[in-house]
Nanobody, 116 residues
Framework: QVQLVESGGGLVQAGGSLRLSCAVLGSGKVFGTVTMVWYRQAPGKQREFVAH???????RYADFAKGRFTISRDAAKHTIDLQMDSLKPDDTAVYYCNRTDAFWDWGQGTQVTDSP
């Protein structure tokens, strides 16, 4: 049973930074074969794609994340990080990690709140 544990969220003023981390527990060798994704869900909205990182390190970002967010992965630690800079109030959401398809059970996410 794979467990996803997100952390690093918090309350930050506009323009501030946060670094989120996702620990992927119990995936064994599978972690090294899947593209990993950060998603987010704002109040009253559907979950949306933020960024992904492939096994080779190739990254892709949603338009709103380009130039502000940086995704990375650590193959040895089985973790995915998301460095978020220049945060805006619209970035307020619960942030989740998962694979790109055949989702594992979702973790609890980590709340990011950006105040004006």
């Amino acid at each position: 049973q794979v467990q996803l544990v997100e952390s690093g969220g918090g309350l930050v003023q506009a323009g501030g930074s946060l670094r989120l981390s996702c620990a992927v527990l119990g995936s064994g060798k599978v972690f090294g074969t899947v593209t990993m994704v950060w998603y987010r869900q704002a109040p009253g909205k559907q979950r949306e794609f933020v960024a992904h990182v492939s096994t080779s390190g190739t990254t892709r970002y949603a338009d709103f994340a380009k130039g502000r967010f940086t995704i990375s992965r650590d193959a040895a630690k089985h973790t995915i990080d998301l460095q978020m800079d220049s945060l805006k109030p619209d970035d307020t959401a619960v942030y989740y990690c998962n694979r790109t398809d055949a989702f594992w059970d979702w973790g609890q996410g980590t709340q990011v709140t950006d105040s004006p």
